[in-house]
């Protein structure tokens, strides 16, 4: 069986097509086909609280091609949801009518509560040790969720303000930083041998630019090195020069500094990366949804 999510996010939209199959009382979800358009909705946003005509045109241009192909794929069912950009921008109301009316997809405005929420639904710590503590960090254009789990269960969980398009135009004030870093503190206190879990396109990058291999972790060391590594090219030469993409080249620093901001403050020595986010939480969330209305048909 197949579904699909949207992620409405500050820097990209994706649509995540995911097969779910169930074999022996297992349940597996592996990705079909992730498709993204960089739309930089937060640039908007963020700067003047307004998105413009422009890219509100190419954002339901996006959708409606979006409700094309999941026609084409058949899915059993689907949701788009919509975080940070659309949360802040004044006319965001409007635009999620136009593409409720032109490309006939509802879009929820998700706080950032219910984000981490979704995040934390992937569960990646499941195949790890079910008696450490794990911080799930997810980082974005215009916010960063953080989840931190022990032995098991959810501790805590917040998003903050402080993204990496925040972060590229000095829209972050200092005292938000302190919040930031006292939090992380304040709830990793007394938890020792912390692993941090990534997510967000950034910190897939990150670690791939690591050279590591399979399921290895990405230590704190390590992330420093390549962050310093990165930094130390121009935006132009990380594209010619490093291959990064252009709306990845230049807000990939600001995510390793958030990054390497949270794992110090929690005294983090190393990150896993299972390359999951926002997308797969709500493909799992349509599973558990279908399964609960077989289960009321019975």
Not at 22 to 32: H, I, L, Q, R, S
Not at 33 to 51: M, N, Q, S, V, Y
Not at 167 to 183: G, T
Request: hydrophobic share 40%; proline share 2%; net charge positive.
């Amino acid at each position: 069986m197949k579904f699909a999510s949207i992620d409405i996010g500050s820097n990209a939209v994706r649509l995540l097509f995911c097969n779910v199959i169930e074999d022996k009382g297992a349940t597996v979800f592996k990705k079909a086909e992730l498709i993204r358009i960089p739309l930089r909705l937060g640039e908007d946003a963020f700067l003047h609280k307004k998105i413009t005509k422009e890219k509100a045109d190419r954002l339901v241009t996006t959708m409606k091609a979006f409700r094309h192909l999941i026609s084409v794929h058949d899915v059993i069912s689907y949701r788009a949801c919509a975080t940070a950009a659309l949360r802040t921008a004044t006319n965001s109301a409007d635009i999620i009518k136009r593409i409720q009316k032109e490309a006939g997809l509802p879009v929820n405005i998700i706080d950032g509560k219910t984000e981490a929420s979704i995040i934390y639904a992937n569960h990646a710590e499941e195949n790890l040790e079910h008696d450490a503590s794990y911080m799930y960090i997810d980082i974005g254009g215009g916010s960063t969720e953080v989840t931190l789990m022990s032995n098991g269960k959810c501790v805590a969980s917040k998003s903050f303000n402080i993204g990496t398009i925040l972060l590229l135009y000095n829209k972050v004030e200092k005292k938000y930083w302190l919040e930031f870093r006292e939090w992380i503190k304040s709830v990793s206190e007394g938890k020792t041998a912390i692993t941090a879990i990534g997510s967000g396109g950034n910190i897939n990058k990150l670690y791939k630019m690591s050279d590591r291999k399979g399921s290895k972790p990405l230590s704190y060391k390590k992330l420093k090195l390549i962050t310093a590594k990165i930094e130390s090219y121009s935006t132009p030469d990380r594209i010619k020069i490093l291959g990064l993409n252009p709306d990845r080249a230049d807000v990939i620093v600001p995510a390793a500094k958030i990054l390497l901001a949270i794992m110090k403050s929690a005294r983090i020595q190393k990150i896993i990366v299972p390359e999951i986010g926002l997308s797969d939480g709500i493909v799992r969330g349509l599973y558990a949804e279908y399964k609960q209305k077989g289960k009321s048909r019975k």
